[in-house]
């Protein structure tokens, strides 16, 4: 008979209960200063004071305990990039040469199988350097690349969602498939991975200009025959792109209005960016239950403008974070909430400690739709969690010394932490990654 698997973690821990803008900030969080999460078989069983919860324990179940540290759920990116580790933090452009001049050179390299094992690797050995583990992915036009990104993702046991890139026009001719190889290649890779595991499909048209009406038709097809699938797009990032699609679609309204008439709003569907969305567009997000990814890092990188937080609250549209590497300059979340507050400070508005966690974890896990498995530490949960730590670098040390209440801490940490902070990161009760033991996959030239 095999025995039961059960580990128990104390230290200061945190999750969010919903989104602080609906509940009100004393209401949105939970947070023991002595606390103890109890994992089994690689879910959460209890969630608790640690005074009353030890002794629950047999003597024989382990207990690591943390100093000077805070366990949080492990964090959500709705939008990245995997194709893109190489290209980061590129000089120089707004979005549509950068696509042209760094982006689409970058991609054709995963053709090769090889390349796109070896990235793969690389990029979720950075993801859970930085406390990521779930993200929404682009692969590239290859179905290559979706095969090596879920190989990689399965054998570590992530819940991960990936998607192929469809695009049949305005992009180099090897990058560049048809309405019918885009649908038979996606069902092949939606039957082969969707389900397994802990992995999800997103069908992914790379965005509307470089799809004809004839492709978006078919994604929105694809989206019929399967459950659950998600959709996986970018939306109103840059006005130059805007006013592109403008030209490519005359007879609909606007750029979200040429996703809709295709079919593709709904549940699982994620629009990277929204930074430039009138009021009738947001209505329609918030109707169709249709979410946004926040991608700061990049839309300060490319200049493409301030996403407008509270109109998204207004309309109670879902919003989640996302690093957007490699238009993102980095991995870590911390360091995107970093940039986020900054986005608000730049409109004239506060972007509060507990909602910028909130959006890295729980209201990521809503965007998804996968708050009943992801998010939080509700028992029941798949136990994806991280260990933060207050002291990973004299200045972080030096700071929280003089921090006086939670909200202080978490807002040094979102402004000074990064990958450092990070000090375990947990899949499924397993470790992924230990900060202090040797990184194997650590990026390299490939």
Known sequence: MTAISVTAYRAAILDSLGDPAELGIENSYRYFEDGLVIVEEGKIRALGNASELLHTLPAEVPVQQYENALIIPGFIDTHIHYPQIGMIASYGE????????????????????????????????????????????????????VDAFFSCAE????????????????????????????YRDSKELIERWHGKGRLHYAVTPRFAPTSTPEQLAIAGKLLTEYDDLYMHTHLSENKNEIAW??????????YLDVYDHHKLLGKRSVFAHGVHLCEDECQRLADTDSAIAFCPTSNLFLGSGLFNLPQAEQYKIKVGMGTDVGAGTSFS???TLNEAYKVMQLQGKKLHPFKSFYLATLGGAQALALDQHIGNLEPGTDADFVVLDYHATPLLKYRMAQASSLEERLFVMMTLGDDRAVKH???MGQPVHSRD??????????
């Open 94 to 145: 707004q979005l549509l040469d950068w696509l042209e001049n760094y982006t689409f050179p970058a991609e054709e390299k995963f053709v090769d199988k090889q390349h796109a094992r070896e990235v793969s690797e690389i990029f979720l050995t950075e993801l859970l350097r930085n406390g990521t583990t779930t993200a929404l992915v682009f692969g590239t036009v290859h179905p290559e690349s």
């Open 155 to 182: 054998q570590k046991n992530l819940r991960m969602i990936a998607g192929k890139v469809m695009m049949d026009r305005n992009a180099p001719p090897s990058l560049i498939d048809t309405p019918d190889s885009s």
């Open 245 to 254: 699609v403008k030209e490519l679609f005359p007879e609909q309204t606007g």
């Open 333 to 335: 979340m911390l360091q």
């Open 425 to 427: 990161t947990f899949a």
């Open 437 to 446: 033991t040797p990184q194997k996959n650590a990026p390299q030239s490939v």
